[in-house]
């Protein structure tokens, strides 16, 4: 099968590109980002924005016939309009382009926070359920927005088989992604009084999710999950650092300040609510069985980016 990859320059991106290549299947992508060796891998990598006419000339000339779109950012990442266009106007331009030249099948990668975090939310999620608290976090609102466009391909584009797959958070060597950034120092704010369950997938796992869905041609929502949630607090502790509560007027005020993540101050609702998933469906529709424990995932990151020798936060 010929994949390309928007975002192939990711860090679970590259992972994907490398265990699609070993199965046989011809591998490409665009981003705007470089990739050094891929060449050497015998991936080939374009280089432009999904946005412009570079992104079309390759669906044009390459001919792929699936695309795993990975070309979303998240707030941790972009700040401001800019990660609106990339989200919103890149998921458009993708489907555009697959419609266009004849692509038979999409996945689109999406992120579990597209339910949002809410004090009346049922504590496991279903693929109907809407996004909740957009309000109180506006940054997902593009996310959310690209999440939902992706789907609406289920019935405005029927030839095209399409997958969207809401993945939770990440962990693995070497440490990328929205969970572990926020991990990243020695010291990691929590909200006083409140210990949120939290949804992680080691990489490895996440890899072999997206290439079951890719090569089982599963169509429809999925959530995406491995080992049972846990205590954000065990996350904390387990990654060798060292939590530190803070009632919520105060986190707010601090947030970007004396070393604290730049974080919104309606991310705090995630701090406080849980954002769990029902993954029974892409269980049926893959059999996918992850291969990493908690235990597993948290020494992995453990090592792989030891806490800061540094004052570090605070």
Not at 31 to 40: G, H, K, V
Not at 64 to 88: C, D, K, Q, S, Y
Not at 278 to 284: H, P, T, Y
Request: glycine share 8%; proline share 7%; with cysteine.
């Amino acid at each position: 099968m010929r994949v390309l990859i928007p975002g192939i320059a990711g860090g679970i991106a590259r992972k994907l590109a490398l265990r699609l290549k070993t199965a046989g299947h011809d591998v490409a992508g665009v981003d705007i980002r470089p990739w050094e060796n891929a060449r050497e891998a015998g991936i080939e990598v374009f280089r432009g924005d999904v946005r412009k006419r570079v992104a079309e000339d390759v669906f044009r000339r390459w001919k792929p016939e699936a695309v795993v779109h990975m070309a979303t950012v998240t707030a941790f990442t972009v700040p401001g309009a800019e990660r609106g266009r990339i989200n919103l106007d890149g998921t458009k331009a993708v489907f555009d382009h697959c419609a266009a030249h004849g692509v038979k099948q999409v996945l689109f990668v999406g992120r579990h926070t597209f339910y949002g975090a809410a004090p009346d939310s049922p504590l496991y999620h279903s693929e109907d359920e809407p996004p909740r608290a957009l309000e109180a976090i506006p940054e997902l609102a593009d996310l959310v927005a690209a999440d939902l466009y992706a789907a609406m391909a289920l019935w405005r584009l029927p030839e095209m088989t399409t997958a969207v797959l809401r993945l939770p958070y990440t962990l693995g060597a070497p440490g990328t992604g929205t969970l572990a950034s926020f991990l990243k120092g020695r010291r990691v704010p929590l909200v006083l009084g409140y210990d949120p369950l939290f949804h992680v997938l080691q990489e490895e796992d996440v890899v072999t999710a997206l290439q079951l869905a890719l090569e089982k041609k599963v169509r429809g929502i999925f959530n995406v999950a491995g080992p049972s949630p846990i205590p954000l607090s065990v996350i904390v502790r387990e990654t060798g650092r060292m939590g530190i509560p803070l009632p919520s007027q105060v986190l707010s005020l601090l947030l970007g300040r004396a070393g604290f993540p730049r974080l919104s101050v309606g991310a705090l609702d995630h701090l406080r609510y849980p954002i769990v998933v029902d993954n029974r469906r892409f269980l049926e529709a893959t059999g996918f069985e992850f291969q990493h424990s908690v235990a597993d995932m948290l020494r992995i990151y453990r090592e792989s980016a030891p806490v800061p020798t540094s004052a570090g936060w605070l």
